[in-house]
C-alpha cells in the first residue's frame, strides 16, 4: 500500500512540475468557460449607430435619446452629408445608420415623415437583429408622442440592407472560414515540422551545416506557404461560382492581405516552435490554442462589439480579427485600399513583430 500511495505521490511531482500541463489541466477550463460565457452570446449590445437628421427638431431629438438610452446602440457620430453614409459603412466602425427625412415633425401628423433604417449586411444576422430592435424603439417613441400630442400616427421605417440586400449567411462565414482555414494550417503545420526536428535531434545537425538558420527556416515554411495559396485559391473558387459570394472589391487587394496573413500565421507557427519541444504539445498550442480564440474573439461567429470591454481588448491580439474585417471590406463591401488600410498595417506589424520574436528565441533555445 506504501509503494502505491508513493507512485501516486511520485505522478503528481511529475504533473506539478510541468507548468504547461498545470495550465491545461487547471488554468485552460477556466479560460474556456469565461470565454463561452461572455464571448457566446446572440444578443446584440452596444451597436454603433449613425444618425441622418437634417430636420433636427423636437421629435427626431426625442427619438435620438431614446436610441442613446437602449443597452443594444451606442450613439457614435452625427452624419451631416447623405454621401457619408457609404463611407462610415467602408470604415467599418457603424452597424447601422438611422436617416430621418426632413420636416420630419411637420410632417408626422400627415403621415408624410419617414425613417429609413441602413444597415451592414455583410453579418446579416447581426443586421436583422439591429434593424428589428431599432423598429421596437421607433413604435415606442411613436406610442409616446402620440400620447403627449394626443393625436395617433405611424411610424414605418424602410428597412434597406447595404452589400447584401438578401441576407445570405455566406456573405459573412466564408470571410471566417478563410482566416480559420489559413491560421490553423500555416500555425500549426509549421510548428509541428520545425519541433519534429528538435524532437528527433535532427534540428542541430541542420543548424551545424553551412547553410543559415534563416534558410533552413524558411525551407520548413516554403511548403505549407504553397499549400495555404492553393487553399485560397480553392475556397475562393468555391465562394465564388458555388456560394454565390462575389469580390466586389479588388482581387490584387485581397490576395495581397491573404499573402500578408498567411505569412503572419507562419510567423505565429514559428514562435510557436520555439516555446515547445514536442510534438504533441505545438500541436495543442497551434490548434487547440488558436482554433477557441479565432472562432469566438475574432467576429467569424459572434460580434465583438456584444463582449465584455476585456475580451474587445483580447481580440485585437488575435490576427484572424483583422483578416477577417479586411476579407469583409475588400470582398463584400468593395472598398478601396484607403478603407483597409488600418487591417493591411497591423497584420504587417504583427508579422515583423512575430518573426522579430521568434528569429531571436529560436537562436537561444536550440
Same mark, same amino acid.
Given at each position: ?178 482566416? =480559420?482555414? +489559413? ?6 503545420? @509549421?510548428?509541428? %515540422? ?6 528527433? !535531434?535532427? &534540428? ?63 510567423? =505565429?507557427? +514559428? ?6 519541444? @514536442?510534438?504533441? %504539445? ?6 487547440? !490554442?488558436? &482554433? ?75
Amino acid at each position: 500500500m506504501k509503494q502505491f500511495i508513493s507512485f501516486i505521490k511520485k505522478e503528481f511531482y511529475h504533473i506539478f512540475r510541468d507548468r504547461r500541463t498545470i495550465l491545461i489541466l487547471l488554468v485552460m477550463p477556466i479560460v474556456q468557460i469565461l470565454l463561452f460565457g461572455f464571448a457566446i452570446t446572440t444578443e446584440v449590445k452596444n451597436a454603433q449607430i449613425a444618425v441622418f437628421d437634417p430636420s433636427k427638431d423636437a421629435c427626431t431629438q426625442f427619438i435620438k435619446e431614446r436610441f442613446a438610452a437602449s443597452e443594444y446602440f451606442s450613439f457614435a457620430l452625427e452624419i451631416t452629408e447623405i454621401e457619408q453614409i457609404n463611407d462610415v459603412f467602408k470604415y467599418g466602425k457603424i452597424s447601422l445608420v438611422i436617416v430621418f427625412s426632413e420636416n420630419f415633425a411637420e410632417n408626422l401628423i400627415t403621415g408624410e415623415a419617414g425613417v429609413q433604417l441602413i444597415a451592414d449586411g455583410t453579418e446579416p444576422n447581426q443586421a436583422s437583429m439591429l434593424t428589428g430592435i431599432a423598429t421596437g424603439i421607433l413604435d415606442v417613441c411613436r406610442q409616446e408622442l402620440a400620447g403627449q400630442s394626443g393625436t395617433q400616427f405611424q411610424i414605418v421605417p424602410q428597412v434597406r440592407m447595404l452589400y447584401n440586400p438578401q441576407g445570405k449567411g455566406a456573405y459573412n462565414f466564408v470571410p471566417g472560414v478563410m482566416g =480559420l482555414i +489559413l491560421i490553423l494550417i500555416c500555425a500549426m503545420m @509549421t510548428s509541428i %515540422a520545425i519541433v519534429r526536428e528538435k524532437e528527433t !535531434g535532427t &534540428m542541430e545537425i541542420l543548424l551545424s551545416s553551412p547553410v543559415k538558420p534563416i534558410y533552413i527556416i524558411l525551407a520548413k515554411a516554403v511548403p505549407y506557404f504553397s499549400l495555404s495559396i492553393i487553399n485560397l485559391a480553392t475556397i475562393l473558387l468555391l465562394s465564388v461560382y458555388v456560394l454565390d459570394v462575389p469580390v466586389s472589391g479588388s482581387l490584387t487587394l485581397l490576395i495581397m492581405l491573404s499573402l500578408i496573413f498567411i505569412f503572419t500565421a507562419l510567423s =505565429l507557427g +514559428l514562435f510557436i516552435s520555439t516555446l515547445v519541444n @514536442t510534438q504533441m %504539445a505545438a500541436m495543442l498550442a497551434s490548434g487547440m !490554442g488558436l &482554433m477557441m480564440p479565432v472562432m469566438l474573439l475574432s467576429g467569424m461567429i459572434f460580434p465583438i462589439e456584444s463582449m465584455p470591454q476585456i475580451l474587445q481588448w483580447i481580440s485585437t491580439i488575435v490576427p484572424a480579427r483583422w483578416y477577417i474585417e479586411g476579407v469583409k471590406k475588400i470582398m463584400i463591401q468593395g472598398v478601396e485600399i484607403q478603407f483597409a488600410a488600418k487591417e493591411f498595417c497591423i497584420l504587417a506589424a504583427m508579422t515583423g513583430g512575430l518573426i522579430v520574436l521568434s528569429l531571436s528565441k529560436f537562436k537561444r533555445t536550440i
